[in-house]
């Protein structure tokens, strides 16, 4: 069985760090081309040359945009095309959790929080769509949480925008089957990324549990998959999660949409 992504495009959204930047690496070594969007011109830089070396300067995009600017994603996508002429796969990637308890989230929180989770997806959407329906065969790949799924107290509106943000995909899944757009998820558990990087650097976790003194990063992501509970008893690697989504964007799954993946080491106890 082969992917199929031989000089198919894809937008990834977040494709500069983490699990955004496997799936771009992920999604050239099948022989796609991929364009990639970040707020930092700096980690965009950075990636577009380690992307560059996997399969020439020439199939790789590199494009500052924050995923709420409207008029930056409507520039992001007539990049894409005037690039690429076509685009078969968004990937909307971009984005981070909120940590905090119910009692420590303002209006304002609650509101970027929502902000961030729906229109992470709305505006790519609503830009590409047209692009994708032209591919025939075109994919829209979320990565979500699953989270939404399994509410965590310190995560809570993280935890009930991921939710919503799983309602929506379903509706776009049945609105856009007769464009022969495919809409899926990827619910993504603990997986390394610049986020877990940035909570280590920071000395605490999203529970606001403190990282003890001297304790290394591979010390506490051990620990971390103990007090989760995750069967694998590790965390997942960005190409884990890449993988999921490559499935998910490639014709290997032309008959499914709707649907999610979870990549979370077997954390989801439910049949
Ligand atoms: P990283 O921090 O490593 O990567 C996040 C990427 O998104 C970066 O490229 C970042 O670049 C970009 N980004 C963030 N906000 C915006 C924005 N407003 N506009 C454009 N780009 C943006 O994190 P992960 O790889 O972990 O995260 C990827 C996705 O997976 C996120 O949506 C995250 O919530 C989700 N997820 C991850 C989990 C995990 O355990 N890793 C668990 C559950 C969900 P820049 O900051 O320069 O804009």
Same mark, same amino acid.
């Given at each position: 069985m082969t992917t199929n992504m031989e000089n198919k495009v894809a937008a990834i959204t977040g494709g500069s760090s983490g699990i955004g930047l496997a799936t771009a690496q992920v999604f050239l070594r099948t022989g796609a081309k991929v364009a990639i969007c970040g707020r930092s011109q700096e980690r965009l830089d950075e990636a577009a040359e380690g992307l560059a070396s996997i399969s020439g300067k020439e199939n790789v995009l590199a494009y500052s945009c924050d995923v709420l600017d409207e008029s930056a994603v409507g520039g992001f996508q007539a990049a894409v095309t005037e690039r690429f002429g076509r685009c078969d796969a968004l990937v909307c990637n971009a984005g981070q959790a909120r940590a905090s308890y119910f009692h420590t989230t303002s209006d304002q929180d609650w509101r970027d929080e929502f902000e961030l989770k729906f229109f992470s997806v709305i505006r790519p959407v609503r830009a590409f769509a047209d692009a994708l329906e032209v591919s025939g065969a075109g994919a829209i790949v979320c990565t979500s949480a699953g989270l939404a799924r399994r509410p965590e107290p310190f995560l809570i509106a993280t935890g009930a925008t991921r939710a919503g943000q799983l309602n929506l995909l379903k509706s776009l899944s049945i609105e856009f089957a007769p464009r022969n757009i495919r809409v899926n998820a990827v619910l993504?558990?603990?997986?390394?990324? %610049?986020?877990?990087?940035?909570?280590?650097?920071?000395?605490? %976790?999203?529970?606001?549990?403190?990282?003890?003194?001297?304790?290394?990063?591979?010390?506490?992501?051990?620990?971390?998959?103990?007090?989760?509970?995750?069967?694998? %008893?590790?965390?997942?690697?960005?190409?884990?999660?890449?993988?999921?989504?490559?499935?998910?964007?490639?014709?290997?799954?032309?008959?499914?949409?709707?649907?999610?993946?979870?990549?979370? %080491?077997g954390q989801a106890r439910n049949v």
């Open positions: 993504i558990g603990l997986v390394d990324s %610049g986020q877990w990087s940035r909570r280590y650097e920071a000395g605490e %976790g999203p529970d606001g549990r403190e990282i003890p003194d001297g304790m290394s990063k591979e010390e506490w992501f051990a620990d971390l998959a103990k007090t989760r509970h995750i069967p694998l %008893g590790r965390l997942g690697e960005p190409e884990e999660a890449a993988n999921a989504i490559l499935f998910f964007a490639s014709p290997m799954s032309s008959y499914i949409t709707g649907e999610t993946i979870e990549v979370a %080491g």
